[in-house]
């Protein structure tokens, strides 16, 4: 080595550890930088989501009817809705959709993302036939199936049944046409995560005799796991938020049999003016959200899913 490239070599290596605290001082400034960036979205949130909750939860605990002074009076809320029948009642509701959402849709759903990605032609048109009833207003949808379950002028009186009138039938109902709007949703979701699994694990599985079902089971669903397991999480916090469907087709009826946790809500804050108690079985349905999404997380660290 000449003398030339020793001095190189020695000046080099003398100011690498100059450049270190460089490189610290350019990272450090660049995420100060990053956080100025986020302030307005995170006053943002702030001012729409977390201001809001604390309100929520503190006229929870008080007498008011949502206009003028609120009276705090501590637990009574909560005590009364262990003892409210409507409540109970829209709990109940609340479960059973939220079962049904979690097999029905997410089968269907399911099933067609599979069809559809073992078929070459005509795969695009198909996905946008079923994602149509998702992206159409729900005011719009709840509109159309109400006037085609009606007992005159539609299949009510083809076959001399009324649906939306019948208690035993109007929840079921409700969810059939709040169903065929959500599982396009699931299908576009699944399809896409299926497309990402690598092809040369269902040609293995042939060559070893592997049917279909066989490669469902065991490549296909393995495969999309946390798709699967975060669109479960958000059906079930999503049923527990159902609304629009339940309110414009049947406003709760008939006789309360349509009744979820939403509408009980609705009715308390701006029928019967109970702010404060609508207010409580608002943040007990948060609280019903947390617990979900905490066991979810606990679930995916231990399961180690990546998503």
Known sequence: MTS???????????DAPRQRPRRRRAFRDWRVKGWFFLLPLIAVNAFVVFVPSLSAVYYSFTDWSGIGDAEFIGLENYQRLVAD??????????LLWTVFFLTVPMSLGLYGAYA????????????????IPYIVASVVNASIWQSILAPTGGVGELFGINPLGNPSWALLSVAFVNNWAWWGFLLVVFLAAMQGINPSLYEAAALDGAGPWRQFFSITLPSIRPTFAFLG????????????????MTQGGPAGSTDLLSTVLYRRAFEDLEAGYASAIGVV???????????YLTIRHARKWDI
């Not at 029948?85 to 609340?94: A, K, R, S, Y």
């Not at 999480?233 to 414009?248: G, K, Q």
């Not at 349905?285 to 066991?295: E, Y």
């Open 4 to 14: 030339a490239t020793a001095n190189r070599a020695a000046a080099s290596s003398g």
């Open 285 to 295: 349905m948060a609280l019903i959200s947390g617990i979900v999404v905490g066991v």
């Open 233 to 248: 999480l958000m059906t079930i916090i999503w049923s527990f938020l159902a609304f629009d469907y339940v309110y414009i």
């Open 85 to 94: 029948p409507e409540f109970q009642n829209g709990l109940i509701h609340n």
């Open 116 to 131: 559809l990605s073992r078929i070459r032609r005509f795969r695009l048109l198909f996905r946008v036939l079923y994602f």
